[in-house]
């Protein structure tokens, strides 16, 4: 399996949301207005294709310098398991570099997964729920 990791600056709609259905996560994705503000709106797009099939996004939100927020990590059902995860979890690493720090916020699903790719829990965050 030849699978291509890249950075992407602009995105096909449709694809994300076949994508986001087929990963499983938990996302408005019958709002594609909200869906395609959310990745618009995100300034590091990291993917993995498989003869040019969307199979797997790391989207983030950074500031290059200190940070980086991994809003979704995701691949689709049928490619999970496979190393995929972790190579775009490595790619965020290498795009944005060793002084940057990465946070995300887990599914309780995943809560296993990310020990195993190399990520400390955290304890010190505080949030507000959003409302929809």
């Known amino acids: 399996m030849n699978i291509l990791y890249q950075q992407?600056?602009?995105f096909?709609?449709?694809?994300?949301?076949?994508?986001?259905?087929?990963?499983?996560?938990?996302?408005?994705?019958?709002d594609s207005t909200r869906m395609a503000t959310m990745?618009?709106?995100?300034?590091?797009?990291?993917?993995?294709?498989?003869?040019?099939?969307?199979?797997?996004?790391?989207?983030?939100?950074?500031?290059?310098?200190?940070?980086?927020y991994i809003c979704d990590l995701l691949v689709d059902k049928a490619y999970q398991q496979q190393g995929i995860g972790k190579?775009?979890?490595?790619?965020?690493?290498?795009a944005t570099g060793p002084q940057v720090q990465q946070l995300l916020r887990s599914?309780?699903?995943?809560m296993q997964y990310y020990p195993q790719v190399g990520f400390t829990p955290v304890e010190n965050g505080f949030y507000i729920q959003r409302q929809y």
């Open 8 to 10: 992407e600056s602009s």
């Open 12 to 30: 096909n709609l449709p694809d994300m949301l076949a994508l986001y259905r087929a990963s499983g996560i938990n996302r408005p994705i019958d």
């Open 39 to 68: 990745l618009v709106s995100s300034n590091l797009l990291l993917t993995a294709r498989l003869d040019g099939k969307l199979v797997g996004l790391a989207r983030c939100l950074t500031d290059k310098a200190y940070v980086v």
């Open 87 to 94: 190579a775009l979890l490595a790619a965020v690493q290498q």
């Open 107 to 110: 599914a309780p699903s995943a």
